[in-house]
């Protein structure tokens, strides 16, 4: 499992060490990491390190100085470097370093505008004329020039000392590179491709503890971050900007607390995912009722159907119209249709709420009578699409972690303004952590946020990232197939606490785990599905078999 730490966390975890004279040696691990993944990304770039040009941007505290750091290694391996230094000042040491090791420099004007003056005390010799050491400096407004050139550019701005977003003179500096890439340079016929962006820490005007993007920031391919990860690297949008994450361990474990999110990976998965016992017949292994689909939307049901079929669920109880039970009966014969109440079937678990339709007709207000009820058994239930306009009407006041809403961001405003809360969607897609936590925290019920990065948060504070998937997972139906997948989880796993324990879950969390489960599954799937090309809905639940069975491959299931 990765585990997320806020960047003030990691800031507190390396306080000891850094009042134990440590901070020396944490910023040498750090730098050492980053020249080590900067190394490998050329020359996997360009089949060697030797040769290739780095430009770095260098601010004013240590984020800057891990990464002149790192560059002086960079620069003693043949690389050619340049950084670009804050007005405000650099790290004196590792500057002294990166300039003795040979990379050149030039400092931003403290001005708005991005042209940069050459240093004040540097020329090309090493020597000036009273025998003063001097280094290397890049002629005026030649550094954009020598970004567009290189093969790698670092972004090392800012790190968890950063206070809002990038100030002038930097932010035009970064514009000024954004606007170079949108204008296609370099030219295709000086070099093939853009230089690729690895962030030091995390990408400047990144929230590290919310994961908020304050313009500008440039998009990282790779982000090298230190001790532990930060949390903004793991939500939206601040995951969306950091590229791949790689975590470079400098000795902070010991001191950190509690994760503030946590994200399933494969193994966890396999330890988590049901399997049938010996003596188990489809009674115990999970039956999951389901109310969805109209007269107005079939598909919906058949596709939540397909989705909790395909994670092995012992048997499904549909409710809905008669018309979409033949239909259901077509695609999947095993399904139990029938329209009859919620208190007539025996379930483990409810799913309800895809394609049931807003019209005011009987057959709706049928299925909307059978959401409530299936609210009001106390069963596990999962509450997706149709089912979040009933769900919770007001602040319920009291923990119903076992009932699991599954809206994306247009349908968490509108549940918020049933809330009398006014958040837009904007908002939410801006700081999707902070609202999925709110809206928990509001309803008492388990929150998932739909999303490239899908959230989980549990009504007691603990929350899942997963972040499996595909863009080709935007399609219709894709929804609904994952609503029938956690309904499905839910219904086998609600009462398999032990199983939860033995991978550190605690029993009030495996709602969240649940979902988050049955979120990478469903990401999975996609991948899987999609092989690169296009995806459509049907073609996940197919897929999720695969999937379980890659996942159960390494090791043992408990
Ligand atoms: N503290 C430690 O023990 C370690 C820190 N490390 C590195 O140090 C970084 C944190 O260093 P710092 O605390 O010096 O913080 P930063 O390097 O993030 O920079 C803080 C500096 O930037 C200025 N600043 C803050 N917000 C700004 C804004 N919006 N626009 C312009 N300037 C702004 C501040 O006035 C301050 O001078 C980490 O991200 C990591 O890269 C690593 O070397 C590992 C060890
Ligand atoms: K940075």
């Known amino acids: 499992m990765q585990r997320a730490f806020s960047g003030t966390g990691i800031r507190a975890s390396e306080e000891p060490l850094l009042r134990a004279g440590q901070g020396p040696v944490l910023m040498q691990r750090a730098a050492h ?4 993944e900067v190394a490998r990304l050329l020359a996997e770039q360009r089949g060697r390190v030797y040769g290739a040009r780095i430009v770095l941007l260098a601010g004013p505290g240590n984020n800057g100085g891990d990464a002149l750091y790192a560059a002086a290694s960079l620069v003693r391996r043949g690389v050619r470097a340049t950084a670009v230094l804050s007005p405000a000042g650099t790290h004196e040491q590792a500057l002294e370093a990166f300039r003795r090791a040979g990379g050149r420099t030039c400092t931003l004007a403290p001005e708005a505008d991005a042209v940069p003056k050459a240093d004040a005390d540097t020329g090309s010799g090493l020597t000036d004329g009273d025998g003063n050491r001097t280094y290397a400096a890049i002629p005026e407004q030649d550094w954009l020039a020598e970004a567009a050139a ?66 500008p920031v440039l998009r990282a391919a790779l982000t090298v971050t230190f001790g532990a990860a930060k949390t903004g690297l793991l939500v939206p949008p601040g995951e969306g900007a950091a590229g791949r994450l790689q ?23 396999a330890l988590l995912l049901p399997s049938p016992g ?8 999970g039956v999951l009722g ?97 089912a979040l306009t009933v769900f919770p009407a007001r602040s319920s ?43 928990a925290k509001l309803t008492g019920a388990t929150v998932l946020l739909k999303g490239a990065t899908t959230l989980v948060a549990s009504p007691h504070g603990t929350v899942f990232s997963q972040s499996e998937g ?5 399609t219709a139906g894709s929804g609904d197939t994952l609503a029938g997948i956690i309904g499905a989880l839910l ?28 979120a990478s599954l469903h990401g999975r799937a996609g991948v899987l599905a999609a092989a690169g090309g296009p995806l459509h809905a049907t073609a996940l639940a197919t897929a999720v078999p695969e999937v379980w069975r890659n996942l159960q491959a390494p090791g043992p299931v408990i």
């Open 278 to 285: 010996r003596d188990d017949q489809k009674y115990t292994r």
């Open 491 to 518: 219904a086998a796993l609600a009462a398999q606490t032990a199983r939860f324990s033995s991978v550190g879950i605690a029993a009030e969390d495996r709602w969240a785990a649940i979902a988050a489960a049955g």
């Open 290 to 386: 389901v109310v969805a689909g109209s007269g107005q939307y079939p598909g919906a049901a058949q596709l939540s159907c397909a989705g909790a079929l395909a994670c092995g669920v012992g048997m499904i109880r549909y409710l809905g119209p008669e018309s979409v039970g033949a239909l259901i009966h077509t695609s999947s014969p095993e399904v139990v249709c029938s329209q009859g109440s919620v208190d007539e079937n025996h379930v483990q678990a409810w799913l309800v709420g895809p394609g049931i339709g807003n019209a005011d007709g009987s057959e709706a207000k049928q299925q909307l009578q059978r959401c409530r009820d299936a609210y009001d058994s106390g069963l596990p239930m999962v509450a997706d699409a149709g």
């Open 397 to 439: 006041a009291r923990m119903i972690p076992h009932v699991i809403l599954t809206p994306h961001a247009g349908e968490l405003a509108q549940l918020f303004q049933r809330l009398d809360r006014d958040v837009s969607r904007t908002q939410i897609e801006a700081n999707g952590m902070r609202y999925a936590v709110e809206a």
């Open 470 to 474: 595909t863009p080709w997972l935007a």
């Open 150 to 215: 290189a093969d790698v550019l670092i972004d090392a701005i800012l790190g968890t000392g950063a206070h809002g977003g990038l100030r002038a003179p930097w932010a035009a500096a970064v514009r000024a590179l954004q606007q170079n890439a949108a204008a296609g340079k370099p030219d295709a016929l000086v070099k093939s491709r853009a230089p690729l962006i690895v962030a030091c820490d995390l990408p400047s005007g990144v929230d590290a503890n919310t994961g908020e993007l304050h313009e």
């Open 247 to 269: 975590v470079i361990d400098i000795g902070l474990s010991d001191g950190l607390e509690d994760p503030v999110l946590r994200r399933l990976d494969a193994t966890d998965l």
């Open 33 to 36: 990491g980053l020249a080590t």
